[in-house]
């Protein structure tokens, strides 16, 4: 846990040191749809993001996340129990950092990576085992602390 | 004395309250369903502090009262329910956390806390102040001087 706090969300994820679940989800149109596969075939260092329309950490990391996008850190988006239409809209009005975006309306994808809730953020290293999981919404703090170093360690 | 036996007989028809309050979720087999009760009872509600999965209303706690059910359908064990849940979630997922390395001072606490006060205890005991020496002839008689004047 987080020192000094009870949140759950500071739990370590199980998913850390071990090759991502299996999952194939539909795509968010006009993106389409990734697999696990898909993923671990960049061939380096990549993100998967939970996020939703109706979360409102996801808006305010979102400029954290269209400045990982700005320094070319590939960003997987998962729309988690989101109406297609609901997350255009947060896109539009937030700005879209993503590679790909999919979509998880029934979250069993999501319960296969042991979310909790959203946003949530893994790093994905270039054979795609997970390295890092953040469990909450992105801060410049987290990047330049914890995400950044880790990311050009693994590059 | 009708209407007493009114009623009764009303409420031999009330349905007991079931944790999953949507009757939807149940699944038809009763042996099946009481399994699945019994392990949405010994698992936490991941977004609520310290609520069972099976008494939560979290949309997160719902997928996983579904998850136990399809499980328990496919044919895996208590023990395999569980299991796929620690995988994802970790022991912090289990409301009785098992016997391990990680847990050894959560379990042995209470041990250690007993430990200690019994041997609190018996230092109190041993440092009791002795009673004092019974009073010689001369204090005695300076006592009941002191005490007439």
């Known amino acids: 846990m987080r020192e000094g706090t009870y949140d759950p969300h500071g739990v370590p994820s199980m998913l850390v040191g071990k090759a991502l679940p299996n999952f194939s989800l539909p795509g968010l149109p006009p993106s389409v749809g990734f697999s696990s596969a898909d993923v671990a075939a960049v061939g380096r260092p990549s993100?998967?993001?939970?996020?939703a329309s109706w979360c409102l950490p996801c808006v305010q990391e979102a400029p954290v996340l269209m400045a990982l996008k700005r320094q070319r850190t590939p960003i997987w988006g998962i729309a988690y129990k989101d109406k297609p239409e609901a997350t255009s809209g947060f896109l539009r009005q937030n700005g879209d950092p993503y590679t790909r975006i999919a979509r998880d309306e029934p979250g069993n994808t999501a319960i296969d990576f042991g979310l909790y809730g959203v946003p949530e953020t893994y790093l994905i290293d270039k054979s795609?085992?997970?390295?890092?999981?953040?469990?909450?919404?992105?801060?410049?703090?987290?990047?330049?602390?914890?995400?950044?170093?880790?990311?050009?360690?693994?590059? | 004395?009708?209407?007493?036996?009114?009623?009764?007989?009303?409420?031999?028809?009330?349905?007991?309250?079931?944790?999953?309050?949507?009757?939807?979720?149940?699944?038809?087999?009763?042996?099946?369903?009481?399994?699945?009760?019994?392990?949405?009872?010994?698992?936490?509600?991941?977004?609520?502090?310290?609520?069972?999965?099976?008494?939560?209303?979290?949309?997160?706690?719902?997928?996983?009262?579904?998850?136990?059910?399809?499980?328990?359908?496919?044919?895996?064990?208590?023990?395999?329910?569980?299991?796929?849940?620690?995988?994802?979630?970790?022991?912090?997922?289990?409301?009785?956390?098992?016997?391990?390395?990680?847990?050894?001072?959560?379990?042995?606490a209470p041990g250690i806390a007993l430990a200690i006060g019994i041997a609190a205890a018996l230092i109190a005991r041993r440092r009791r102040p002795v009673a004092p020496a019974p009073l010689t002839d001369t204090e005695r008689q300076r006592l009941s001087d002191l005490l007439k004047s």
């Open chain 1, 47 to 51: 993100l998967i993001n939970f996020f």
């Open chain 1, 128 to 155: 795609g085992i997970v390295r890092w999981r953040w469990a909450g919404g992105l801060s410049d703090d987290v990047v330049r602390q914890s995400l950044a170093p880790l990311i050009q360690s693994l590059a």
């Open chain 2, 1 to 108: 004395v009708k209407r007493a036996i009114t009623v009764l007989l009303l409420a031999m028809f009330v349905s007991p309250a079931f944790a999953v309050s949507d009757p939807a979720e149940m699944l038809p087999n009763r042996a099946q369903e009481e399994r699945a009760e019994s392990l949405g009872h010994q698992l936490r509600c991941l977004v609520c502090q310290n609520e069972s999965v099976e008494e939560s209303n979290a949309d997160l706690a719902r997928d996983l009262r579904r998850i136990i059910r399809q499980r328990i359908v496919a044919g895996d064990t208590d023990t395999q329910v569980v299991e796929w849940m620690v995988a994802r979630y970790g022991n912090f997922v289990r409301l009785r956390p098992p016997f391990n390395a990680e847990t050894l001072a959560l379990w042995s």
